[in-house]
């Protein structure tokens, strides 16, 4: 499996970047974790739209389904220039029906997930956990035949994250805070839970994303491997994270 972190901000995309977005590939498969703002400019540079096979959301605020909109807009131009009908799948939570509606577009499909099963998809099979955060957000774990890759989407701290991590090989965690600070109220993780998680589930590699626009983010880092002694990698356009190259 290859992993590459297509968008990393927390709220909005600071400049030339993106908020949450990632890009998981296997078997020629395509599959897009979220979509957030300024995603679909920085995804071009590693494929065409029309090359995606499916989308997974983890919830409806906006730094994560901002780019949704235009991403349906150029399968609808793509499609017309190319005379083609192509209907790309966007699996989404029923418990937002507003928000899961306006995955259906002309060339794109709602697709309901039930959290409480797992979701096959090409090479891929998620399963979901429901998170700590102000509106319904699931976490996920995305597995192929060799890997397992947990994606905490937006979460406070809670235990049950490291047995739903436990022994992946590549961690994605929200690192909205910094260690000491609360992030309960929003949602969100500190850099010291983070690690915490990371430790606990015995993961391989840690990604500290959905990094905050204050503060000096390379702490983030710092503050987490007091915690976990593994690999830790601060998110970053096109970091990439493969099977082959660990």
Do not use: R
């Not at 992993?3 to 600071?14: K, L, N, Q, R, S």
């Not at 990371?198 to 983030?220: M, R």
């Not at 503050?223 to 998110?235: C, Q, R, T």
């Amino acid at each position: 499996m290859k992993v590459t972190t297509i968008g990393y901000w927390g709220g909005y995309p600071a400049v030339n970047s993106a908020t949450s977005c990632y890009l998981m590939e296997e078997e020629n498969y395509k599959l897009l974790i979220d979509c957030g703002s300024g995603a679909l400019a920085q995804l071009q540079q590693k494929l065409e739209v029309t090359d995606l096979d499916a989308v997974v959301l983890s919830h409806y605020h906006h730094d994560h389904i901002a780019d949704i909109g235009v991403l349906q807009y150029a399968w609808l131009v793509q499609n017309t220039i190319q005379e083609t009908s192509d209907v790309l799948p966007i699996f989404g939570h029923e418990q937002d029906e507003k928000g899961l509606q306006s995955l259906t577009h002309q060339y794109t499909e709602g697709v309901a997930y039930d959290p409480n099963q797992p979701l096959e998809l090409g090479p891929f099979t998620i399963e979901f956990l429901q998170t700590k955060h102000p509106v319904p957000c699931y976490a996920m774990k995305i597995c192929s035949n060799t890997d397992q890759i947990v994606y905490t989407a937006d979460t406070s701290y809670f235990e049950e994250l490291a047995q739903f991590a436990k022994g992946s090989d590549l961690l994605i965690t929200d690192t909205n805070f910094y260690k000491g600070m609360d992030g309960s109220g929003p949602g969100h993780m500190t850099s010291e839970e983070a690690g915490k998680i990371a430790n606990l589930a015995d993961v391989d590699t840690l990604w500290l994303s959905h990094l905050p626009h204050f503060g000096e983010t390379n702490l983030l880092k710092q503050e987490a491997a007091d915690v976990f002694k593994g690999h830790i990698e601060l998110a970053e356009n096109e970091l990439t994270w493969s099977s082959d190259a660990q």
